[in-house]
């Protein structure tokens, strides 16, 4: 990485994180004084700021280039930044389906990126290996259909937004197992597989509450969903963009 580069490279993440700092004490200083507005729980600014973070993130995968580890990756990876960008936009707007669409269809891509050299890995492990991966898989399945059951669909019954939620959660199950298989796969590095799974993780726990912000009437529970959300969706966009990058060129 040049010293221009990567001196941009340093400025974007010093301005995620002083953004990410102020809309999360803002979030949490409306909700703390009970200030904050059901229909309008985010001030235009926090709205702002949290797009911005969602572009700044883009940012850092579309300026990878011959900085990535693997070019097939860097590919994977930058149609996905440019889903979850279009998904973020959508939900900006309240088009809540078509923006659940594409965060569906960037998970397509976080699949195929992460899973790559899985029909290798698979042929050549061991038993033990592949009875984990299945015991993990239906662990993982389990969970989310658990949690549809029993939180969603008494709030979304008749609605169909409950089989948009299902089909979508079905989407991020296979997206986090994919995820954590990356640290046994061995197709990418060990750090980066690891900020995969981590990423995927905080991804994962993001996209759990915004389905509760959808599925709860406006008060104190749809508020802290809202809120807790961005404390997990903006280290899940940071982990798994910094993912994409020959680390050993940076640290």
Wanted: hydrophobic content about 55%; charged content about 15%.
């Amino acid at each position: 990485m040049n010293t221009i580069k990567e001196l941009f490279f340093f400025i974007i993440i010093a301005m995620i994180l002083f953004l990410f700092g102020g809309y999360t004490v803002l979030d949490w200083f409306q909700f703390s004084r009970k200030i904050a507005d059901y229909k309008r729980p985010e001030i235009p600014y926090v709205r702002t700021t949290k797009v911005t973070v969602s572009f700044l993130a883009a940012i850092l995968v579309f300026m990878i280039g011959k900085d990535g580890f693997n070019e097939r990756d860097t590919i994977m990876l930058v149609i996905a930044y440019a889903v979850i960008l279009i998904g973020d936009l959508f939900l900006v707007f309240d088009i809540n389906l078509v923006g659940t669409a594409a965060f569906a269809l960037s998970h397509v891509f976080f699949i195929l990126r992460n899973g790559s050299g899985i029909t290798m890995y698979i042929k050549d492990s061991s038993l033990i290996n592949r009875l984990y991966d299945i015991v993990s898989f239906v662990v993982i399945i389990g969970i989310i259909v658990t949690v549809l059951r029993v939180f969603f669909y008494p709030r979304l019954k008749g609605n169909p937004f409950f089989y948009v939620l299902l089909g979508y959660g079905l989407f991020l199950g296979v997206s986090l197992w994919t995820a954590w298989a990356t640290l046994r796969i061995g197709f990418m590095p060990e750090r980066n597989a690891l900020l995969v799974a981590i990423g995927m993780t905080c991804f994962f726990i993001s996209d759990l509450l915004v389905g509760v912000h959808f599925a709860t009437e406006p008060g104190n529970t749809q508020l802290i969903a809202r809120y807790t959300t961005w404390i997990f969706y903006t280290p899940a966009l940071v982990f798994l963009a910094l993912s994409g990058y020959d680390l050993s060129k940076i640290f």
